[in-house]
């Protein structure tokens, strides 16, 4: 059974730093793609950033470009988002899916809640 | 970035009703990378469609998918109690992978 396990999550101050982890297992990790996406409170879900499986490429929305690192270690079958400068508005559950750039996201984790707050 | 728009915002209907979710997209997206996805309240967003068409493992036949280009629809047949959610389209074959702003379905 494929299953995803998002960690890290919690308070952070405005201009603080958290890096997400999300643990997978039950597939061939380092042939996925994979994905972090998030919702903020009341609001829709945004991708945030992709990884290729080999970690070669990667993608972000532009709200997260420059604060941002997504990254992967295929050895430990394990996602990563290193978020920097952390905003207000970046206050959010954050999921990881297996998925992009063709593949659809499938499956998601439960996700980790990151609130941004004074 | 292609931009993706769902309508209605909310849909009110019954258990056993026929609904009816529309995606437009602002610019032609390839079928083979136009996915439908529901998600509750603390849950994990749970894949429906992919491929535009093409029902994901364990979804029930009552979801359909269909559509091209920039028009797509997502049909619940007859409506479960269970079913009531927002659904969101997505297209994932280019980054950036958006999301349309979903469509809430509740009970009427």
């Known amino acids: 059974e494929v299953q995803l396990l998002e960690s890290g999550g919690g308070l952070v101050q405005p201009g603080g730093s958290l890096r997400l982890s999300c643990a997978a297992s039950g597939f061939t990790f380092s042939s996925y793609a994979m994905s972090w996406v998030r919702q903020a409170p009341g609001k829709g879900l945004e991708w945030v950033s992709g990884?290729?499986?080999?970690?070669?490429?990667?993608a972000s929305a532009d709200s997260v470009k420059g604060r941002f690192t997504i990254s992967r270690d295929n050895s430990k079958n394990t996602l990563y988002l290193q978020m920097n400068s952390l905003r207000v508005e970046d206050t959010a559950v954050y999921y990881c899916?297996?998925?992009?750039?063709?593949?659809?996201?499938?499956?998601w984790g439960q996700g980790t809640l990151v609130t941004v707050s004074s | 970035e292609i931009v993706l728009t769902q309508s209605p915002g909310t849909l009110s209907l019954s258990p056993g009703e026929r609904a009816t979710l529309s995606c437009r997209a602002s610019q032609s997206v390839s079928s083979s990378y136009l996915g439908w996805y529901q998600h509750k309240p603390g849950q994990a967003p749970r894949l429906l469609i992919y491929?535009?068409?093409s029902r994901a493992t364990g979804i029930p036949d009552r979801f359909s998918g269909s559509g091209s280009g920039t028009d797509f629809t997502l049909t619940i047949s007859r409506l479960k109690p269970e079913d009531f959610a927002v659904y969101y389209c997505q297209q994932y074959g280019s980054s950036p992978f958006t999301f349309g702003p979903g469509t809430k379905v509740d009970i009427k």
């Open positions: 491929g535009a068409s």
């Open positions: 990884i290729s499986g080999s970690g070669g490429s990667t």
């Open positions: 899916a297996k998925g992009g750039w063709g593949p659809p996201f499938d499956p």
